[in-house]
């Protein structure tokens, strides 16, 4: 008998029973709708994780100033003034290593151009900041040197901001007026920043920010207009960036040393490597895909065994059948195929529905739980290969029990 034939027989034989062969098929397509789901869920968190860590620079190292605090022991009067330009100077002048050295202040303000208004961050910092985090204006340019040394009011607006105040109207040459806590004060745009969706914020963890929101000026003209208390640090962020990979660690290491001596011990910043991050970001992506992973392989498992129950009681109720069918020739070969392709077609028909069925699943998890969800080529290719193999394997014993019937006993069956 050739194999068309055989896969005739089979699919008639589930197109005679359309309802249960549905239900057959439930289990795969459930089975590899989890797994397309599950998987979808770990790269989007993967994919999240890489943006902020890469947004960081794989190269940098970065120092953050923790608030100070009574309670938690963190100073700022007679042991540490928090971090500081000081700090700066004495990275650039110690470590070789460093290419460049970036330091930042942020302040929360209100920005107004004629009548229309929008809220941002003001970062005081050094021209070579769109260098170090490879974030560059798209239209007009970042201010430099002269402007920084002459402690000049120019302003580089983030994306945002720009169409907050002017929609589409060009901003270059157009005055803004900053307010912030207790002082106002106008600053000339030169230039509009690149697009971007996501940032670094400060804290314990990564956490997101709208950089689009930002607004970048000369630090010296932000330590002239910027009036911290007490108990503030003169800078938010020192980043570093390092020539040579290879010494990134040996660099932290220094860096923490030079930091804590100069604070005298008190613990009012973190380290943050990029480097780090990533590489435990990836280890930790891995063991959650794993576990996801094999949570949502249990419903494909769960449909295997469907189908071989399925199969099992297909074969005793087609017995006299397969009397008849080996009465007029057919080989024990041809009852194998056909059952075989019979539970291929089942768990083939389901993995493609569970396809479908899956990226349905990661858009109404993306709508509804506002979780970033990616589906990947090889989830999809993973799922849908299991679920045929999962018939394929599934499906052998039924056939091969129904490949081994004596035909004289099978033709008598009622």
């Known amino acids: 008998m050739q194999l068309r034939e055989s896969f005739d027989i089979g699919f008639n034989g589930l197109k005679s029973h359309k309802l249960r062969s549905f239900l057959t098929m439930l289990g795969i397509i459930f089975g590899v709708g989890a797994v397309i789901a599950m998987l979808s869920i770990g790269e989007g968190a993967k994919q999240k994780a890489l943006d902020e860590i890469a947004l960081l620079g794989i190269n940098n190292i970065i120092i953050q100033d923790f608030a100070a605090d009574e309670e938690l022991g963190i100073g700022r009067t007679n042991y540490s003034a928090g971090l500081s330009r000081a700090d700066e ?31 941002g961050i003001v970062v005081g ?41 002017f929609q589409y109207r060009d901003p270059i040459g157009k005055s803004i007026k900053l307010v912030g806590p207790n002082w106002t004060n106008w600053f000339t745009v030169i230039g509009v920043m690149e697009p971007k ?21 000369p630090i010296t003209a932000a330590a002239k207009r910027f009036h911290h208390g007490r108990f503030a640090s003169e800078l938010d962020q020192i980043t570093i960036k390092v020539v040579d990979q290879e010494k ?39 063991i959650f895909n794993i576990v996801m992973g ?66 349905v699943l990661t858009k109404i998890i993306t709508f509804y739980a506002e979780w970033e969800t990616l589906v990947a080529f090889t989830a999809i290719l993973l799922a849908f290969g299991v679920s045929v193999m999962i018939g394929l394997i599934f499906g052998i014993y039924p056939a091969r029990k129904a490949a081994e019937l004596d035909p004289i006993e099978s033709l008598r069956y009622e």
Request: aromatic fraction near 8%.
């Open 125 to 165: 910092t050094t021209p070579e900041y769109d260098e170090i985090m490879e974030f560059y204006p798209e239209t007009g340019s970042f201010f430099n040197y002269e402007q920084y040394n002459n402690t000049e009011r120019v302003c580089v607006l983030g994306a945002g901001i720009k169409k907050d105040l």
């Open 248 to 286: 990134i660690r040996e660099a932290s290491n220094l860096i923490n040393n030079i930091i804590n001596i100069r604070h005298n011990g008190v613990p009012d910043y973190q380290l943050v490597v990029p480097e780090e991050l990533l590489k435990q970001s990836q280890e930790t992506q891995r």
């Open 197 to 217: 969706g996501i940032g670094a914020g400060k804290g314990g963890t990564i956490r997101t920010r709208n950089l689009n929101q930002d607004i970048y000026i």
């Open 89 to 119: 100077t004495a990275i650039r002048s110690i470590l070789a290593v460093a290419d460049l050295v970036v330091p930042q202040k942020e302040v929360a303000v209100s920005i107004w151009h004629e009548t229309d208004q929008a809220a």
């Open 294 to 359: 094999a949570i949502a392989g249990i419903s494909l498992l769960v449909g295997g065994i469907g189908i071989m129950n399925i199969m099992l009681a297909t074969v005793l109720e087609r017995t006299r059948e397969i009397g008849i069918r080996r009465a007029v020739g057919a080989t024990r070969n041809d009852i194998l195929g056909q059952f075989v392709i019979e539970a291929v077609v089942l768990s083939f028909v389901g993995g493609f529905i569970g396809i479908l069925v899956g990226w």
